[in-house]
């Protein structure tokens, strides 16, 4: 987690940090509660997952199933990636579940409401979409592309399947954006089958426009393509660079004309 390392505990960007990584949650809570779960809508993740199987045990809320699949997902990711696995991505899928579980409480009047996930009780009925739901799959998509990309921005993640494809990078050349889209889209088409078609195409539509705005939201934090580092030990650095980040090394030869020293550009 290179950029928790250089900012003082308790700094105003430790705390800025923080709580950008809360509110990414708390909207991506939201956005599943008040627009996606209700209307069994599944943009894939484990919470696309969580809605499919709310829907054959209405008894588990959506959250409760996040805490099933993310709690393992964690240990194992621990377990692979030891201490380099952030403290930031851990809070906020512990997090994530509980403001889900939390929100769907307020928001229904009853247990049996939300067992049903009925929109027309949720909130006494004023965001009740059932009519619209284009509508009801662009406004939760915005509001799970927003929240995924405020968390994304802090170098956290919210947990899930994230942690599939990061584990799909480290043993194989598949990168961590075509593993998520496989996963996601799997889980996706999913909701066609078990939903009805209607239902499915509007999954698979709130899985792009998620994407498209997350990377809206953090396109501005990868405009660098490259870095450049000037060693006297290309051959270590190099080393470390592909076996640990897994990032490709073009090694240049370069002179510093002050001193005139011939050193390496990689």
């Not at 889980?187 to 066609?192: F, L, P, V």
Request: net charge neutral.
């Amino acid at each position: 987690d290179i950029k928790s390392l250089t900012q003082p505990v308790f700094s105003l960007k430790w705390w800025s940090s923080w709580f950008f990584i809360l509110l990414g949650c708390t909207l991506l809570a939201a956005g599943y509660v008040f627009f996606i779960s209700p209307y069994n809508i599944v943009p894939g993740g484990i919470y696309g997952a969580s809605i499919v199987l709310h829907n054959i045990f209405p008894n588990i809320q959506v959250g409760t199933f996040g805490y099933m699949f993310d709690i393992p997902l964690l240990i194992l990711a621990f377990l692979i990636f030891g201490s380099k696995f952030g403290s930031r991505t851990i809070v906020a899928a512990l997090y994530t579940p509980g403001c889900m579980n939390i929100i769907t409480k307020l928001s229904f009047p009853n247990e049996e409401a939300m067992h049903t996930l009925d929109p027309s009780q949720m909130l006494g009925g004023i965001l009740d979409l059932s009519d619209h739901l284009m509508l009801a799959s662009f406004i939760g998509s915005v509001f799970l592309g927003v929240g995924v990309g405020l968390v994304v921005k802090e170098q956290a993640t919210t947990g899930g399947t994230d942690i599939v494809a990061m584990i799909f990078k480290k043993y194989t050349n598949l990168d961590i954006g075509k593993a998520l889209f496989c996963t996601d889209f799997l889980i996706a088409s999913a909701a066609g089958v078990v939903f009805g078609m209607e239902t499915g195409l509007f999954s698979l539509l709130g899985l792009l426009a998620k994407a498209l705005v997350v990377d809206s939201v953090i396109e501005n934090i990868y405009l660098s393509k490259y870095f450049t580092i000037i060693t006297s030990k290309p051959v270590e650095v190099s080393e470390v660079i592909m076996r640990e980040l897994r990032h490709g090394v073009t090694a240049l030869e370069g002179k510093g004309m002050y001193t005139g020293n011939v050193k390496t550009v990689l």
